[in-house]
């Protein structure tokens, strides 16, 4: 089905691997339309719990735009990131499910947006950021201007926008930019211990959760206070709530099964 990525569902973990290592897992326009049409795919899936995203090989988990292969039939750059960037990145926030971005290596311009994207960053200590647009002459875009600033503060996002300066895994760490950094040999284990505990959450209040952080940001406390309640209501009404309900009125482990 995929020809430019790997798609890999086990045990509720759905993996998607971006495999074009022999470009730095470099973003073409049909491996973006791939990327979204996986979210897509994985978000209709009942058994999909979490999402893995990683890129194949050791060195990056992706290196950005892959400038060699234009604009995608688009007629700009602007055009090109409605077309293209814009609903990668919306699949993935959009996404109902938790998005564990598995940052294997470099991860620049573009791809370094595709990282932020994702809800848990979970880094090898070899990783490495960078908003390398304006070595090009370009701003920062695929929603990096909406991320860096909401994980780091105003003044350290225009440093590394207006630098493209490479941050090095402890510095990402430091800053808020991952969750977590472990050394290449322990990645994977980090990595599958984080998915196995959201693959046996409650899903759907996972993703309301999600939901919620994605309006607070530019929300009056009024309305979150509103938003909340709209979306416990929903919440309330889940197979897992009362699950969780019943689980801790027995004094024992809950057994979500994601409805």
Known sequence: MFNHLLYEINDGVCTITLNRPEVYNALSPALIQEITQAFTQAGEDSNVRVVV????GDKAFSSGADLKNGLGGATSLGESLRKNYNPMILSIRNLA???ICRL???AAGAGCSLALACDVIIASESA?????????GLIIDAGSSYFLPRLIGLQKAFE????????EAKECLELGLVNKVVSSSELDIAVAQTAKMYAKGATQ??????KVLNQSSHSTL???LELEAQNQDIAGKTNDFAEGVTAFLQKRPTNFQGN
């Open 104 to 106: 294997n290596g470099i």
């Open 160 to 167: 590394l926008a207006s630098t493209g300066r490479i941050v």
């Open 205 to 210: 209040a996972i993703g309301l959760i999600k």
């Open 128 to 136: 490495k950021l960078s908003q390398i647009f304006v070595s090009i």
């Open 222 to 224: 009024d309305q979150m």
């Open 53 to 56: 995203l990683t890129g194949s």
């Open 97 to 99: 499910k938790p998005v």
